[in-house]
């Protein structure tokens, strides 16, 4: 199996801040790496597709980049609505895996 | 909009089989072109791929749970399935259905269904 790490596992940032999250794979997985975010009590929403690809509905403030191995999610200018988890994911191969998760607390 | 909803029982005794539907709507699955997943997430932690059915009926499984788990399709009722057999208390999470989008990500998801294994 394709292992995830993201890292940090969790972090607290303000509103307005700038956040990044990393995701690095153990093999690579050229473009197929995917976030989402999730609330408490809430299903994952998917926020960026393909590394880089904006899901449509999605706030420009939300991208990614990345390819291979290593990649970023990253926020700008942080609203109090995207606090919670945020995951991501390789479709290159299946089992497709998951990052462990980080958890995003608002300041 | 495709929206997919989650039903089954809310309990399942050690030992019995986990049986769930997701019914599909705003979208055929006969139609064609997209992978119908389960995924689940055991309380507090993170998100685990069970598997996926394509509207053909071709499926694969995760590894981990592949001697126990299968995932059927009925398009005349536009609905899949997922069974997982032997449950312990180990698979009690809440179970997602999910349909994909561009590159395979998972861009519609059921609300999830808690599962819990408990005599």
């Known amino acids: 199996d394709i292992q995830m790490t993201q890292s940090p596992s969790s972090l607290s940032a303000s509103v307005g801040d700038r956040v990044t999250i990393t995701c690095r794979a153990s093999q690579s997985i050229h473009s197929f790496l995917h976030w989402y975010h999730q609330k408490p009590g809430k299903a994952p929403n998917l926020l960026i597709y393909?590394?880089?690809s904006l899901q449509s509905g999605v706030p420009s403030r939300f991208s990614g980049s990345g390819s291979g191995t290593d990649f970023t999610l990253t926020i700008t200018s942080l609203q109090p609505e995207d606090f919670g988890t945020y995951y991501c994911q390789q479709s290159f191969t299946t089992p497709y895996t998951f990052g462990q998760g980080t958890k995003l607390e608002i300041k | 909009q495709v929206q997919l909803q989650e039903s089954g029982p809310g309990l399942v005794k050690p030992s019995q089989t986990l049986s769930l539907t997701c019914t599909v709507s705003?979208?055929?699955?006969?139609?064609?072109?997209?992978?119908w997943n389960w995924i689940r997430q055991h309380p507090g932690k993170g998100l685990e791929w069970i598997g996926y059915?394509?509207?053909?009926?071709?499926?694969s499984y995760n590894p981990s749970l592949k001697s126990r788990v299968s995932i059927s399709v009925d398009t005349s009722k536009n609905q899949f399935s997922l069974r997982l057999t032997s449950v312990t208390t180990a698979d009690t999470a809440v179970y997602y259905c999910?349909?994909?989008?561009?590159?395979?990500?998972?861009?519609?998801w059921g609300q999830g269904t808690l599962v819990t294994v408990s005599s």
């Open positions: 393909s590394a880089s």
């Open positions: 999910a349909r994909d989008v561009q590159w395979l990500a998972l861009g519609h």
């Open positions: 059915v394509f509207h053909t009926g071709s499926t």
């Open positions: 705003g979208g055929s699955i006969s139609s064609g072109g997209y992978y």
